[in-house]
T-cell receptor, first 113, second 115 residues
Framework: NAGVTQTPKFQVLKTGQSMTLQCAQD?????MYWYRQDPGMGLRLIYY???????DKGEVPNGYNVSRLNKREFSLRLESAAPSQTSVYFC????????????FGSGTRLTVV | KQEVTQIPAALSVPEGENLVLNCSFT??????LQWFRQDPGKGLTSLLL?????REQTSGRLNASLDKSSGRSTLYIAASQPGDSATYLC??????????????FGTGTQLKVEL
């Protein structure tokens, strides 16, 4: 099925460990995003890539890095995980303009102990 | 700064009822408004996207309306079913520097439809 695929679905990390969350979309969307969802905080934008070859910080970028590998793939890296990064992470994509809305992946539930 | 609010925060109804979820936004200069559904522990599923030039958008038992001037949208669910139980989120886009758009989400309405 067409859409946004995220891996892994679940992950437990120890403080200080690193990991990369993978995201791929097959809808030929230009723009891709990483959000985190926390209770009482809603969804917050971490990083985005408006088009292939560009990346920019969102609201809460500290502690994260991203790579837009190609038009399909956009990864999120935690270099040194902290308990404050325990969250549910969502990747999303959209066409460049606003007319067509967003498509979200199913999420990665990350726990940092 | 755009702020999006949803009322009520939680709603419990018996099966078969028609219901209305409300979404309000502070900045009426929006391009569109998107309604999502989120099941517990799952991702966000897009339900309806209503453009700023539209007044209504329908999909099956769902109908979304938009009144830009008053900063409000409603999601009407007809003949509710237990399978409709989920959290419903509305969101509006904000154009980002360099392109793409960021969604500002509402606070959500947690719906429970009981047998």
């Amino acid at each position: 099925n067409a859409g946004v695929t995220q891996t892994p679905k679940f992950q437990v990390l120890k403080t200080g460990q690193s990991m990369t969350l993978q995201c791929a979309q097959d809808m030929n969307h230009n723009s891709m995003y990483w959000y985190r969802q926390d209770p009482g905080m809603g969804l917050r934008l971490i990083y985005y890539s408006a088009s292939e070859g560009t990346t920019d910080k969102g609201e809460v970028p500290n502690g994260y890095n991203v790579s837009r590998l190609n038009k399909r793939e956009f990864s999120l890296r935690l270099e040194s995980a902290a308990p404050s990064q325990t969250s549910v992470y969502f990747c999303a994509s959209s066409v460049y303009d606003t007319n067509y809305g967003y498509t979200f992946g199913s999420g990665t539930r990350l726990t940092v102990v | 700064k755009q702020e999006v609010t949803q009322i009520p925060a939680a709603l419990s109804v018996p099966e078969g009822e028609n219901l209305v979820l409300n979404c309000s936004f502070t900045d009426s200069a929006i391009y569109n408004l998107q309604w999502f559904r989120q099941d517990p522990g799952k991702g966000l599923t897009s339900l309806l996207l209503i453009q700023s030039s539209q007044r209504e958008q329908t999909s099956g038992r769902l109908n979304a309306s938009l009144d830009k001037s008053s900063g409000r949208s409603t999601l009407y669910i007809a003949a509710s079913q237990p399978g409709d139980s989920a959290t419903y989120l509305c969101a509006v886009p904000h154009i980002l520097t360099g392109g793409g758009n960021k969604l500002t989400f509402g606070t959500g309405t947690q719906l429970k439809v009981e047998l």
